[in-house]
């Protein structure tokens, strides 16, 4: 029920939106976690740039070893 804004201030990471979450379970009201996201499209995010994930999209923030990644995470509710 929740979309998710990023705001990139430091670092780098690869955000992987779209796909299938694998071993999803509702963790609560319109809140989805699982271990991964298969079959996504990868984009890469650094200092300064802002992304969109609408509510209902599965995500996930992949951080590469040695590296970090520093963001404003504002959720957003769009359906009620």
């Known amino acids: 029920d929740f979309a998710d804004l990023f705001y990139v201030l430091d670092g780098s990471a690869a ?3 779209g796909g299938v979450i694998a071993g999803a379970a509702s963790i609560g ?3 989805t976690r699982g271990s991964s996201v298969e079959g996504g499209a990868r984009q890469e995010l650094r200092a300064g740039d802002v992304a969109h994930v609408p509510a209902g999209l599965p995500h996930q923030m992949l951080v ?6 520093t963001c404003l995470v504002m959720k957003i509710q769009e359906k009620p």
């Not at 590469?64 to 990644?69: D, M, V």
Request: negative net charge; hydrophobic residues 35%.
């Open 64 to 69: 590469a070893t040695g590296q970090t990644i």
């Open 15 to 17: 955000l992987v939106t």
């Open 29 to 31: 009201p319109g809140e």
